[in-house]
């Protein structure tokens, strides 16, 4: 056989060959969409939520004749929600008010006021009241007044009021709707206590409960989520991802524990922060992200939102009030980047069993107190005191064990911290 013939055969051998490989790849390729189903159903960390059980008021405020009652149990603010959800509000004008007659129109008499702890877009909202109008204003609002007295038309007024701006959104709502919310609020009359206004810095008053707010304390055992979870959620492919010292990392992005604490930081260097962005924008794409793995855990609420930096934070509520650590272990903080997360930070934890503790209740000093101790204090400047509430200190008793224990806070430039000890001067 000629050299020519042989290299013509193994020439035609390589051909028959490569033409059976690509058969074979063509007709043994996986289900790709099944497997990426298996996936998602595998990363679920917990579960979903809408919008209706995230972004929700902190505070219920009822401004009767003779004087003020309020309440933050969760229950009531659920209830008062869901009311109001049944209601068609129809939008019809928007103002620019001087400090002064903004708080008025606030404080009157003979309304509710339901505060939000940051500012709420119009537009995510949709998905939880109910606009007759098409399009809502390009705005957010932090602060939802209902006038109780009977209106004109067989109308009542309701005003979204967005205290950054001193701007009042005004939209009216039928009024058998108000007064079947008069009976029901009348119903759960015991759940209001009695409110004390104080004035902070210039016309706004900040209401607080009256006397010695008398709270419970509660100690949880934890269960931990498995880190394996969030690996297979974060990652874009898991199979790529390796444990180097303790972090998790596929060579750009970065997944690090802090066992101590039990926090977890995801951080996607590569993203582009540096961009700007609307609360609209930030706010549904934070949701949507935690949703996307089923990530909420325990009762997370929207807590605050920082424009300049992309950030948005849901922080742990309960009984309705807001949970406060140092090490990050009662919140989740996300940053967003242009097109995916940049940082996200989070507990890995469920508070799962509640463990019975005596005394069950703390009394609190009056906040008059809290203020004085604040006003006394030259590390604090009051001017700069955005707001006051009791919330609960989350601390850690052993691995496993966390107790919860009331405490007053306050929001100074924008950070909250606990009012007491020698610190802040309170005992």
Known sequence: MSLEKAK????????????LLTWLIWNNQPNYDLLNLKDLDNIAIAKEKKVPGIILPDKILYHEN????????????????NLLRTWTFDMSSSRLLQK?????????????????????????????????????????????????????KNLNHVYFISTASNKVYEASTDQKSIQVFISKLNDNKSLYKPYTAFALSGP???????GNPVVNQYKYATTDIEI??????????PNFVKKVAGEYTNGI???????????LTFVNPGEDIGYSSDPNHLLTRAIDFINQHSGWTDQYQYFEINERENEVTFRLFKDGYPVFNDDGMAEIREYLGKSEIYKYVRPYFNLSLNLPLKPAAVKLPPAQDVIAGLQTNPSVQMNKVRDIAVGYRLQKDSDDILSLQPAWYYC???IWKMAGGDEDGLE
């Open 8 to 19: 013509t055969i193994i020439l035609t051998l390589l051909v028959l060959l490569s033409l």
């Open 66 to 81: 003779d004087g003020t009652t309020g309440t933050v149990h969760d229950g009531e603010i659920s209830r008062v929600m």
């Open 100 to 152: 002064k007659d903004l708080y008025n129109l606030m404080y009157g008499k003979n309304r509710i006021e339901l505060d939000f702890p940051a500012p709420v877009p119009f537009s995510v909202y949709q998905s939880v009241l109910n606009f007759a109008n098409k399009k809502v204003p390009d705005a957010d609002f932090d602060h939802i007044v209902i006038e109780l007295n009977k209106g004109t």
């Open 204 to 210: 706004r008053r900040i209401y607080l409960p009256a």
């Open 228 to 237: 394996d979870k969030f690996k297979k959620a974060l990652f874009a492919d």
């Open 253 to 263: 992005s970065l997944l690090r524990t802090d066992e101590s604490n039990k926090v």
């Open 412 to 414: 100074e430039d924008g």
